[in-house]
């Protein structure tokens, strides 16, 4: 009985251990260019030009309120009509990367605006470059500010993955989905899969508490 | 350029009489998941977020369970799991009963948190002023700590509401006959799918949007009335 439980654990779970090593580089990838677009875009935001921040404004608010879903399908079904063709994967990644690009500009937005103006302004009459101070004196405090958002943000991340087997690109849900047009242990294969998923994302849970409890002795 | 523009939405009027209903009705659909999804969640969400403050230790330990587990599936693996993997058993859901549940279910754990975030900024003398003018602790909890709970909880409540207005988009995938799987069908019958995923993506944006920037109003006018009360 616990043999054969074993064995067809075995059987089923390593296809979906393949999957899970996409879903972690498309997690990963798409969180390292969601930080960088979203940082880039909330500093550019604060040298305050005016037709540049209501651009800025107008992605954000169209990647937040429409669906990520709606969103890949248009960069992976779209383009090919306009003649770009892109490969399931690299949609994915470009798609998450764009939608999470606009939440976290929200994010570092409020980051930044949380720094005292006068740590800029100190900064700057020791007698640093503007550069200096955004690197030494802002950043790193905007930082601490950000990091448990951007650690729910990766959670959400995680889990947004799954809708991208939509588009075929071969991550855990869509190796389940295959696996069950294979062997139609639907039930199994599933929980195996939302099994996984857990296993992922407990861990990156726990990580986040202990930014927002760390946060907290700080203030 | 402009002629090719021109010609990109020239398409719309052509096919408006065939994608016009469908895409009205699908759209109703839409709606009331989203409206039954988020009743669904509030009311689950108030019952755990009660449950994890409740003396009884098994309660309190399965409502945690309840809220991690809530929080760390993605929503398309309970859809399926609730879809495809009850079948074996026996139990055959409906898409769009599936999808609600799956929806709400999962939406609980985090309305949980916000209920009990919510509650937990009450500071604890706020209750114990009323109970020492004899208030029971339903009254104290009616009259002192929910009027004050909800002005905190109502923004995260709403951001709710439009996380779940998206995550519509994914049951979609179980076939349920919202906007998004009308909007693939139409795209596969005409061959035209940068219309129809733009048309979508532009309706999902104009019923989510006012909502956003309802959260946003609602937010500035409750931390001014904060500030208010400080002074």
Request: charged share 15%.
């Amino acid at each position: 009985m616990l043999t054969e439980l074993l064995n067809k654990v075995y059987e089923l779970g390593t296809p979906l251990l393949f999957g899970a090593i996409t879903t972690v580089t498309l997690t990963l990838s798409s969180l390292v260019l969601a930080i960088i677009l979203g940082l880039v875009l909330a500093l550019i935001r604060l040298l305050n030009i005016k037709v540049v921040n209501a651009l800025i404004s107008t992605f954000v608010e169209i990647f937040r309120n429409t669906p990520v879903l709606a969103q890949l399908f248009i960069l992976y079904f779209g383009l090919p009509y306009m003649g770009i063709k892109i490969s399931p994967f690299l949609a994915a990644t470009i798609g998450l990367s764009l939608n999470g690009g606009a939440l976290l500009s929200e994010v570092f937005r409020a980051g930044l605006s949380a720094i005292h103006f006068g740590q800029r302004e100190s900064a700057l009459s020791v007698g640093m470059t503007p550069w200096m101070s955004l690197r030494y004196i802002i950043l790193p405090q905007t930082w601490r500010i950000t990091l448990p958002p951007i650690g729910n943000y990766a959670i959400a991340l995680l889990k947004d993955t799954a809708v991208v087997s939509a588009i075929a690109a071969p991550e855990i849900m869509f190796y389940a989905r295959n696996l069950v047009t294979r062997t139609f242990d639907t039930t199994f294969i599933y929980i195996l899969a939302a099994l996984l998923y857990f296993c992922l994302s407990f861990p990156l849970a726990r990580i986040v508490d202990r930014f927002e409890r760390n946060q907290k002795v700080w203030q | 350029m402009i002629e090719s523009i021109k010609g990109f939405l020239l398409v719309y009027p052509e096919n408006w009489h065939d994608w016009g209903p469908q895409i009205y009705a699908a759209m109703w659909v839409t709606i009331k998941l989203t409206i039954c999804s988020f009743t669904l969640a509030t009311v689950m969400g108030l019952l755990i977020a009660v449950g994890k403050m409740s003396p009884i230790k098994i309660v309190r330990g399965f409502c945690i369970g309840y809220i991690e587990v809530a929080r760390g599936i993605p929503t398309l693996a309970i859809l399926f799991l609730l879809y495809f993997g009850l079948v074996p058993l026996g139990i055959v859901l409906d898409a769009f009963v599936a999808s609600y549940i799956g929806l709400g279910l999962t939406a609980a754990g985090y309305m949980a948190e916000i209920f009990r975030a919510g509650i937990g900024a009450i500071h604890k003398g706020q209750r114990e002023a009323a109970y020492a003018v004899g208030m029971t602790p339903y009254k104290s909890f009616r009259y002192i700590i929910f009027p004050q709970a909800i002005r905190i909880i109502i923004p995260p409540l709403l951001n709710m509401l439009i996380i779940l207005l998206k995550d519509t988009s994914i049951c979609s995938l179980i076939s349920t006959d919202e906007l998004m799987l009308r909007a693939k069908d139409l795209a596969m019958m005409s061959f035209r799918p940068m219309h129809l995923f733009l048309l979508v993506g532009v309706i999902y944006f104009f019923l989510a949007w006012p909502l956003s920037i309802l959260t946003r109003r609602v937010e500035k006018k409750l931390q001014k009335s904060q500030r208010n009360a400080l002074a």
